[in-house]
């Protein structure tokens, strides 16, 4: 490394030094700029484009049509339950999964003794593909061979034993609890790890202080986890509004519709209606809820940001 | 007023807290344990027997059929599509990664924050334009078909992971290899690469089990049961077991045990790897 | 033959925030040069730009009579030990030695020699097949030392390099960079530091650096010199403050006349203060001007004054250190307490007044601007 050799060396190892510099941020990005640009952005954009069109996807008879689709959706009465749908299950999830998993992550935080165990146990649900549930609940909430049904019946409470899933007054109930079923162990140990990040001496400093274990949660613990339980709750709300699998399998958004979803009412329109350029419009009007929920949902929960 | 700090809760608190934590045991179990039971039961026993008793006899016939009439394909598909997918995700989104958290360009910032809004998107809007994409190019009904979606839509998140951890690297080690006279690409292939291990383990095991359990992109990119991956087993057994509820539930049972035996061998790296996305908020 | 200089350099953030201001510098080879200064003063940035790991927005920098602002950092014959040590976590300590000289494609041979011979130098050879996690403070530091001997710079740089370490451990460390300097003394050195103590033992040459409202008044550079320099011939108020624990005793005060080699102060007071006659050989200032008297805590001679220059104020607090005490004194009105060091056990107890006097020859005048006002003999 003696000074004539580098000296000399210098002015094309700076060449070459300066080129790659500029150069690297476009080769590292160029691969996942590629896949996202054909496999996120194009379809997006295709999406758009085909809500435009009449058409059934055989062949090349599409009819261009303006935003005759656009119209027809507003007007479309099943597109807007399956809407309502979706929102009843954003609402139920975040009322009945987020204070579940809140009290299973207190009780194991508190609990010591047992609570691995307990918490590996609990963590089973989320392992299990959305098809291999809807499989399972469709088998339990069945009215004849059901265990559900069958409990009810010899505990005396015939009545009770609906058709849990061809009723239509009781399918998006029964979709729900399944969904809650699957998903209450994601958000416990969401809520745990945010447990788990709080300083032991303030809670020290909180009982030299007087306050009892239920003062302790409401008023230091809890605003505490304000970031993670907004973090929560957007999860909740925005992935129900994606929900489609365990539906699918389960009732294929019957009976007559009463468990329809946005993606549910999507496939049908595509696959069994052919209506390709409607099903588009049906993904491109789900895109847009998506987006505009999740941006207000943001803004309106600003406030329960932690600070890092 | 010494002992306050050490107390423990109540007894009445203490067996309200087990009431409710068994009570949630129960919840969890009972489906998985009526899976289990019902699945080993003859046919002749579901029928006859009450829904909640043990087999009469414990019957591994359904298994065998199952294990039989192709399994072991779809077994194979998963394990290539999810293998490939899981490898060129690691690659691909290390290398943005790197560029998007160390590297100074302009557009930095608003690509990454891009790159973060696609978490967003709902897969199911790229589903038909991708399925007319997939037959033009004429690889429709092959594994390969999915590949590109797989990798394309678990990018923002396992660059949003990635970036998050190499940002964690000391700024001084990058200088430091500079003063050595590294470029970009050795920075990245002798430094951040080696140093990101827990990260790339994280984002592996998180697609690894998102894609294992993908449904719907592999129910309309395939059709051929030879082509196709495992949760499109059980949708597939459907038509031929249909009434065969000990037989579905068997097929159910042997689909998910490849991710609870990976469960058993490592819970904590699963469950960290499945919360990945999320615990940053 | 110079080996680094830095002409009229400057450095601001997106073109518009100034952090280094009109650095003029010269380092000879095998010189040690210190940067000190307070925090924000820009001396880990300047050192940087040495390295160039920072661009110069303006002025040169010559390392060797070949001008380096657009060299990549590894041509320029330079070597930097890193505050935190920068070790690469996943590779030995050989290895990490090592990294370097292999990039610039050295023969294997010769690393294997230069490691060795570095690692016998920093006794380390018995670690070189740990990972950095594994040792102390103390020996990471010794390996990042040992990464930089390695090289064979023409330039050590070093950047706040004791900084993370504990005080007994600092004190050993410092000495060791300076023995291991005198060994390598064809290459100069470049250390950052902002303790002043760290500062005065190692430097043959302290550049000063200012931040804040004076550096964007009168440049970063307060001023440059050897420590002796700097400590005796302080050249305003800044420079005088900064280097010296405690610091100088400063004390307003209005010329009342000066004559022939003999002026005469009226320290500020509000009943008076005392009036001093000091034949200090300074440059005479006009009467009536405003200045600061500085004397340094070991200056003030404690007892009753031989002279015409004494001040008496009334004690306030005391500390014993054994070997030496600091008698706190009430300062001027609004001004902070006077300190006094004296040898010993002083017997000044907290309430008293006593008297010191100020040594002609050690006393430092400065003008209203701040800046000191010179000697006139040599």
Known sequence: ?308 | MSSIAMQQPKPLTRSVIWTLALGWLAVTLLPLAFVLFTSLKSQQDTFDSPVWALPTHIDWSHYASVLQSGFFTYLRNSLFVVGLSVLLIVIVSAMAAYALARLKFRFNKPLFALIVAGMIVPLHITLVPIYLMTKAIGLYDTPFALIGPYVATSLPVSIFILAEFMRQIPRELEEAAELDGCGPFTIFRRIFLPLSGPGVATVAIYNAIGLWNEFIFAYVLTSSPGNRTLPLALWDFQGEYSSNIPAMLAVVTLTSLPLIVAYAFGQERIVKGMMAGSLKG | MTQITLQSVHKTYGGAVPVIRNVDLDIGAGEFCVFLGPSGCGKSTLLRMVAGLEAISAGDLHIGGVRMNDVPPAHREVAMVFQNYALYPHMSLFENMAFGLRQARVDPKEIERRVQDAAKILQITHLLDRLPKALSGGQRQRVAIGRAIVRQPSVFLFDEPLSNLDAALRVHMRTEIARLHREFNRASAIYVTHDQTEAMALADKIVLLRAGQGMLEHGSVAQIGSPMDLYHRPRDLFVAGFLGSPRMNFLPATVQSAERGEITLQIDGNSGGERLRLAAGIVAPAAGSRVTLGIRPEHLAAGPSDGSAAITRRVRQVEHFGEYSYVYLDGTEGEEDLIAKVIGHSPARPGDNESFSIPSGDCHVFDAAGFALPRVQA
């Open chain 1, 1 to 308: 490394m003696n000074t004539h050799a580098t000296v000399a060396a210098v002015p094309l190892a700076r060449r070459r030094h300066r080129s790659a510099r500029q150069l690297a941020p476009a080769i590292f990005l160029a691969p996942a700029v590629a896949l996202l640009a054909m496999f996120l952005v194009y379809p997006l954009l295709q999406s758009f484009r085909l809500s435009l069109l009449e058409w059934n996807g055989l062949g090349e008879n599409s009819v261009f049509v303006g935003l005759a689709n656009w119209v027809s959706l507003a007007k479309d009465a099943l597109f807007w339950h399956a809407l309502g749908n979706n929102l009843l299950l954003g609402l139920f999830s975040v009322l009945i999964q987020l204070p579940i998993a809140m009290a299973l992550a207190l009780l194991l935080d508190k609990a010591g003794r047992g609570s691995r165990t307990l918490k590996i146990l609990y963590f089973l649900p989320l392992l299990f593909s959305s098809v291999a549930l809807g499989v399972i609940f469709k088998n339990i909430y069945d009215p004849n061979f059901g265990p559900i049904n069958a409990a009810l019946n010899a505990l005396g409470l015939p009545a009770l034993a609906k058709d849990w899933l061809g009723d239509r007054s009781y399918a998006l109930a029964a979709v729900t609890a399944v969904i809650c079923w699957q998903n209450v162990p994601f958000y416990m140990i969401l809520f745990l790890a945010g447990l788990a990040s709080f300083p032991p001496d303030l809670r020290e400093a909180a009982t030299l202080d007087g306050a009892s274990d239920a003062t302790i949660f409401w008023k230091i613990k809890l605003p505490h986890l304000q970031g993670t339980v907004r973090t929560a709750a957007m999860l909740a709300v925005i992935g129900s509004l994606r929900y489609f699998d365990l539906i699918y399998v389960m009732t294929g958004g019957g009976p007559e519709g009463a468990s329809e979803l946005m993606a549910t009412y999507m496939y049908r329109t595509v696959f069994s209606s052919f209506q390709l350029g409607y099903g588009s419009t049906v993904a491109s009007a789900m895109f847009l809820v998506v987006t505009l929920i999740a941006a207000v949902g943001m803004r309106l929960t600003k406030r329960f940001e932690t600070e890092v």
